[in-house]
């Protein structure tokens, strides 16, 4: 049972912005850093977004992370095919003394 | 720049228990928090802890305590989870990971291939 909420999907044309939602709270989003992954069908989770809004190398700036009290969120811009996949925002939560992701959002290039 | 090679694939009944285990190449292994993280089939990522590249000392999720042991050997760059009296809901993708080194926030940069554990009578 996640304690971040993520809606189940999303969806866009190509070009399109999406935007992913990621609901916490005070013991987790609200006192540390959010992440987020992209998982490809059968992959490993790639890293996309650290400390809020940056970006390792290598990742486009089509990705943008955003963090506002106790939610956040991703978008992808200028969406593009290859940005179907299932992603997952995680962060600390203090109260449980661990880590944790989302629930996870399938986004589907139409 | 490191690379993590997972074990292969296990088959374990029900009550059993299971070693995974996690190689580091491509960096020094020191200064490297290796985390492990499953997914069942179908559904989301879950944390189950880490273990401090200095001490040793293992962070477990609570769902975890008591069933999940977590160890490294330096000398040969190799993490090990070991999670005892399997059910058929441990059935999963065992991934290890990682942050940059000396990094203690989760930013889990690098990940193993996966492990997949079916845990079946």
Redesign the interface.
């Known amino acids: 049972q996640s304690v971040l909420t993520q809606p189940p999907s999303a969806s866009g044309t190509p070009g399109q912005r999406v935007t992913i939602s990621c609901s916490g709270t005070f013991s987790n989003i609200g006192s540390n850093y959010v992440y987020w992954y992209q998982q490809l069908p059968a992959m490993a989770p790639k890293l996309l977004i650290y400390r809020n809004y940056q970006r390792p190398s290598g990742v486009p700036d089509r990705f943008s992370g955003s963090q506002s009290g106790s939610s956040a969120s991703l978008a992808i811009s200028g969406l593009r095919s290859e940005d179907e996949a299932d992603y997952y925002c995680a962060a600390w939560d203090d109260s449980l003394n661990g880590y944790v992701f989302g629930t996870g959002t399938k986004v589907t290039v139409l | 720049q490191v690379l993590l090679l997972q074990s292969g694939a296990e088959v374990k009944q029900p009550g059993a228990s299971v070693k995974v285990s996690c190689k580091a190449s491509g960096s020094t292994f020191t200064g490297y928090y290796i985390?492990w993280?499953r997914q069942a089939p179908g559904q989301?990522?879950?944390?189950m802890?880490?273990i401090n590249p200095n001490s040793g000392g293992p962070?477990?999720?609570?769902k975890f305590q008591g069933r999940l042991t977590m160890t490294r050997d330096t000398s040969i760059s190799t993490a090990y989870m070991e999670l005892t009296r399997l059910r058929s809901d441990d059935t999963a993708v065992y991934?290890c990971?990682t942050p940059p080194p000396w990094e203690a926030?989760?930013?889990?940069?690098f990940?193993?291939?996966?492990t997949l554990v079916t845990v079946s009578s």
Request: charged share 15%.
């Open positions: 985390h993280v989301g990522l879950e944390w802890g880490r962070k477990s999720a609570q991934y990971a926030a989760p930013q889990l940069g990940w193993g291939q996966g």
